[in-house]
């Protein structure tokens, strides 16, 4: 039996054979971030990591923009959440807060289920660092993405510092960080932060469904797998990657999946793989 959906007020959820669209869903604000969302980011990718019957998640947003990044709102009201008398207990409330939302950040990354982020209109600051936890990011050609925090007089600090340098080249992160310009879709991928460009959202979101599908039909063990070894390579060295990946296949190779992959191509037949 699948897992009941998570009923949330800022994020909308659908499940469509093994495909979850979790959708950020307050048009009306762009989809900024306030304190409902970052909770519900991790609850929703929380659930599609537990949930067998998602095999694979695409993470848009509602309306014209994909996301205005945090709510300037919640921002305002920071100082009041952490105020103490004594400006070492302030500190180190602000320091839990900032890890409080850093991980809910990382749900999005720690999902063993690849995320593929379709990205239309405004993307920024925040937003940065949400689509750069995802495997891969797909954008319409209206996309405009920009690392805000430096126009609020703010270093970001929930992971884009940490991630678009390993996506894109040390120089241009360091550049979008300082200056906070816009990059346009063509720009973004020329410096390979997206993967593709579709003309229109609409065509963004079906051609994402696509490769969604096409990721869902593989091998849901081995899928779960790449992810684990990508991600652990990233951060190691090749020898210890080596080292990791032999140990999971120790564990993992001889598996129910193989078996049918190795049938599937003998009866040249699609391959059935349980969840």
């Known amino acids: 039996m699948t897992a009941a959906i998570p009923q949330l007020t800022t994020i909308a959820i659908e499940l469509n054979e093994g495909v979850a669209e979790i959708r950020l869903n307050r048009p009306e604000r762009s989809n900024a971030i306030n304190e409902a969302m970052w909770r519900e980011l991790r609850i929703a990718f929380a659930w599609a990591d537990a949930t067998p019957e998602v095999r694979v998640a695409i993470l848009s947003g509602a309306g014209r923009n994909f996301c205005a990044g945090i709510d300037l709102a919640m921002l305002a009201g ?99 960080a300082y200056t906070g310009r816009a990059v346009d879709g063509f720009e973004a991928k020329l410096i390979g932060l997206v993967n593709q460009l579709f003309e229109t959202p609409e065509i963004l979101l079906e051609g994402v469904l696509q490769i969604a599908r096409t990721i869902a039909a593989k091998s849901p063990l081995a899928i779960r797998g790449t992810k684990e070894m990508l991600n652990y390579g990233r951060d190691h060295s090749v020898a210890d990657g080596l080292n990791q990946v032999a140990t999971w296949n120790a564990a993992m190779l001889m598996s129910a999946d193989l078996e049918e992959a190795m049938a599937a191509m003998r009866d040249k037949r699609p391959p059935r793989f349980c969840d």
């Open 78 to 176: 920071v100082g009041r959440t952490v105020a103490h008398a004594d400006p070492a207990r302030s500190h180190e409330a602000l320091r839990r807060v900032i890890l409080e939302l850093q991980d809910c950040l990382t749900s999005v990354e720690r999902c063993r289920k690849p995320v593929l982020a379709a990205i239309q209109g405004g993307c920024i600051g925040g937003a940065i660092d949400l689509v750069t936890c995802c495997d891969m990011r797909y954008a319409a050609a209206d996309v405009q993405f920009s690392v805000r925090e430096i126009d609020v007089g703010m270093t970001a600090d929930v992971g884009t510092l940490q991630r678009l340098p390993r996506l894109v080249a040390d120089g241009i992160a360091r550049e979008m």
